[in-house]
């Protein structure tokens, strides 16, 4: 028996993105491929890039740069680059980091088995061709479902993206969305034109290259090998996006707005569910458009109404809305079906008209305002999360004073900031006026000052009252005690809670299962998390 291919797999960047590298995973396991979490052990190492901010990209070449590093000292044989940066950089990346064997593009996704394959043919020992399925000792029959759950077969958690961590450090979320640029007109329906080059990136090393327009590669996103956690999933009902911020790079590495039908989403809803997932997140870089490019008239409320109806799928969490297209027949649905949990994520990057217009962001503040009044009336106990950008081209003291206000008058459940990013391909990154680091910074660090206030009020308005969690993993050692030291408690997040951007409520007590749903008290509040403890009919103590 031939000895699998052995990859090690690390994924940089939004849900978006994860949600590609799960594609890749499960094609590559149904390849025959044997995923590993030690790149010491590994054959290949696939490196799925974010492109959109400065520091995403070079978080993504100082690990290009490790992995060719890897390669040179001797176990690892080949470096294969895939996703964001590979479609907006190109080749040119060869440039930066010369090593990397082979390029993937987002377009070209499903060519990953042929570049990690082709990549290893020339390099692998003579023993480590590609092996079967069987070899691999993963059923996969063509098409099938694997089943999947977080780290058993060693799969590594994605390292977060920069943008991540400065989320997660700031409690934000980040808008993955929130940064850049002028759109490309690069779909082309029909036009899927994958091209497949071999170049030399010096005098000895062939490297592979994987570069296409547009493919609708979305609408099969199904098969995954899901490295979430086993109860929670991204669902993707878009990718790309027909909005023009002018700050915002997405649309030209992404392509513009392309959905998947609502039968598809609905099968992969059932899917997901089918693998453990109880809550599903709806993402894409502008969800509120769904079903513009299809035909689909119903919309994102049509569709949020399908999957109210998906058995099993107990939290459904919508992400990424734009507001100037936010109905009220989507409010109506958000506050009227069941499972559709009562948060909105809307990106609203500024409140001052003159700055909004800059971004090109086709709404005004009173527009703003009349929408969140809105929400707030007609959905109650929504939690609302935003996602802000300080910093943008001539924004002067009294528009960014006036943003501190409004995030202090209006009082999000959660708030991202970012600082302005200069991209030079995008409107906004030619701009004049654009301000030094030092005050975006300033600026930034305003803006969580702000919110921490709110947060902290928020988070303190939930002390003595009985809600449900879902619980996220089991019981380790986390500081939540306000300087008072580390202790055992159970991560858990309640419906205003998202995954890996928001706070946590933090269990005491008896040890729940994770991806179970238990009502629980809250008694405390430590920083942005809460403290709670499950009611007594909901102990269920699990070995
Ligand atoms: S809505 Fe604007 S910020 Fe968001 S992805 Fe589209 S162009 Fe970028």
């Excluded at 919309?299 to 109806?309: H, M």
């Excluded at 991202?416 to 995008?426: D, H, I, L, R």
């Excluded at 030094?436 to 660090?445: A, H, Q």
């Excluded at 939540?480 to 998202?498: L, S, Y």
Aim: hydrophobic share 35%.
């Amino acid at each position: 028996m031939t000895e699998p291919i052995r990859v090690a797999f690390v994924s940089l960047g939004c849900a978006k993105n994860l949600v590609d590298s799960e594609k890749m995973l499960g094609q590559l396991a149904e390849s025959g491929c044997a995923i590993t979490a030690d790149e010491d052990d590994a054959h290949v190492m696939v490196i799925n890039t974010c492109g959109f901010l400065s520091a995403s990209r070079e978080e993504a070449v100082g690990v290009i740069s490790d992995a060719v590093a890897l390669k040179e000292r001797g176990t690892l044989r080949r470096v294969v680059v895939a996703g964001c940066l590979v479609q907006r950089d190109g080749e040119s990346l060869l440039e930066r980091v010369p090593g990397i064997d082979a390029l993937v593009g987002v377009n070209n996704r499903d060519d990953i088995v042929r570049a990690v394959t082709d990549a290893a043919a020339g390099a692998t020992p003579a023993s480590a061709k590609i092996a079967t399925a069987a070899g691999a000792g993963i059923p996969s029959p063509a098409g099938a479902r694997i089943p999947s759950r977080t780290g058993s077969r060693g799969i590594p958690i994605p390292r977060a993206s920069a943008a991540r961590r400065a989320e997660r450090d700031s409690r934000e979320t980040g808008d993955e969305n929130g940064f850049s640029s002028q759109p490309s007109e690069t779909g082309d329906e029909n036009g899927f034109s994958s091209q497949h080059d071999s170049s030399q990136q010096d005098s000895s090393q062939q490297v592979d290259t994987y570069l296409g327009d547009y493919h609708p590669y979305i609408n099969l996103d199904t098969a995954r090998l899901r490295i979430t956690p086993r109860h929670y999933a991204y669902l993707r009902i878009s990718e790309g996006c027909n909005q023009k911020c002018t700050f915002c790079t997405i649309p030209s590495i992404r392509g513009p707005m392309h959905c998947k039908p609502p039968e598809t989403v609905l099968a992969e809803a059932r899917e997901l569910v089918s693998d453990g997932a109880v809550e599903l997140n709806l993402i894409g870089q502008d969800t509120t458009s769904y079903g513009e490019d299809i035909g689909y008239t119903p919309g994102l409320a049509g569709l949020l109404r399908e999957l109210d109806r998906v058995d099993g799928a107990e939290w459904i969490r919508l992400m990424y809305v734009y507001p100037s297209v936010f109905t009220d027949a989507m409010i109506d649905a958000i506050a009227e079906c069941e499972r559709i949990v009562k948060y909105i994520d809307i990106p609203l990057q500024h409140i001052n008209d003159r700055v909004l217009k800059a971004m090109h962001r086709r709404v005004t503040r009173a527009q703003t305002e009349t929408l969140l009044g809105k929400l707030r009336d007609r959905i109650p106990g929504v939690s609302i999360r935003t996602t802000l950008i300080a910093g943008f081209p001539g924004e002067t003291d009294a528009e960014f004073a006036e943003l501190v206000s409004f995030v202090r008058e209006f009082g999000f459940d959660a708030l991202g900031v970012f600082a302005y990013s200069q991209e030079p391909e995008t409107p906004a990154g030619r701009m004049k006026h654009q301000l030094p680091e030092s005050l975006k910074r300033e600026r930034v660090d305003a803006l969580m000052l702000a919110q921490q206030e709110v947060a902290f009020a928020r988070a303190e308005s939930f002390v003595g009252r009985t809600f449900e969690v879902l619980i996220d993993g089991p019981h380790a050692k986390a500081e939540v005690g306000n300087g008072r030291g580390a202790a055992a408690r159970q991560p858990a997040r309640h419906a205003g809670q998202a995954p890996e951007v928001d706070s946590l409520t933090y269990l005491r007590g008896a040890k729940q299962r994770s991806g179970s749903f238990c009502t629980v008290r809250c008694t405390a509040r430590s920083g942005y998390d809460l403290i709670a403890v499950p009611t007594r009919h909901a102990l269920t103590v699990v070995a």
